[in-house]
């Protein structure tokens, strides 16, 4: 695929709008109700055949607010860099690509002993004596699954990627930092952008709504354990585009 098939892909007036929601939301001018608005515009399916570049920012921009909850930007620092990254590259006609690595792990152990032990307990399920085995043994796997360990978050190549993810390197992201100017984004304030969300009821409901899938659903929570651990993370593609769309805020 040429350069010029790929800079017809990219939608700059789409962009413009994601960019200036985010830069108001990063101002504190905007909540997450609206920019939850714009934010879905951007999430259409790259078989479409439209900025998928701007899709994949889209949601990595959804990941930064509440859906069910009216508040104002709250994240942590290094966050609140990667938005600010995030919106540097929305005011060019770059293209991502996505770098992938995956990591084997000790919980993948634990959900292969899981799903043996499930397999024992259906067994003494078809026992109809033994139905008191089956429930302690599925109780038991449903702990287990919940607090097995936790893969890696990221690896060591991963998180130096992710010091200046979606630009290329440290020096290349400094060279296109001047591009945010234009929306006036203030500093970091841990007291202000860290506050956290107001406790409510509905995260007591989806909570519980989460036990009880993980327990009736629980072969099917097991088995995506089983696989690798799979991390990405965006950056833009070398030699192709330029810093190009200029939003006025």
Excluded at 37 to 55: H, I, K, P, T, W
Aim: glycine share 6%.
């Amino acid at each position: 695929m040429n350069n010029l098939s790929l800079i017809s892909h990219v939608d700059l007036e789409a962009r413009s709008r994601l960019a200036a929601a985010t830069g108001a939301y990063l101002r504190g001018e905007t909540r997450s109700f609206a920019f939850d608005e714009v934010v879905d515009d951007a999430m259409y399916d790259e078989c479409e055949g439209r900025d998928g570049s701007l899709s994949k920012v889209a949601y990595e921009l959804w990941c930064f607010y509440d859906d069910f909850s009216d508040h104002s930007v709250r994240t942590s620092a290094e966050g609140w860099a990667y938005l600010k990254r995030l919106l540097a590259f929305l005011t060019t006609d770059y293209v991502l690509t996505e770098r992938v690595h995956r990591t084997w792990h000790r919980g993948q152990l634990v959900a292969l002993g899981s799903l043996a032990m499930l397999i024992v307990a259906y067994l003494a399920w078809c026992n109809s004596t033994h139905w008191p085995l089956f429930l302690l043994m599925w109780i038991g796997v449903a702990l287990a699954v919940r607090y097995c360990p936790d893969p890696p978050v990221r690896g060591p190549d991963m998180e130096q990627l992710w010091q200046f993810s979606p630009f290329l390197s440290e020096d290349d992201w400094q060279g296109h930092a001047r591009l945010l100017d234009q929306y006036r984004i203030p500093p970091y304030d841990p007291q202000k952008h860290m506050e956290p969300y107001p406790p409510r009821l509905g995260w007591w409901v989806m909570d519980i709504q989460i036990w009880i899938w993980r327990f009736v659903g629980l072969p099917l929570v097991i088995l995506p354990r089983l696989w690798p651990h799979t991390e990405s993370v965006l950056l833009r593609e070398a030699n192709q585009g330029q810093a190009v769309a200029v939003v006025t805020v």
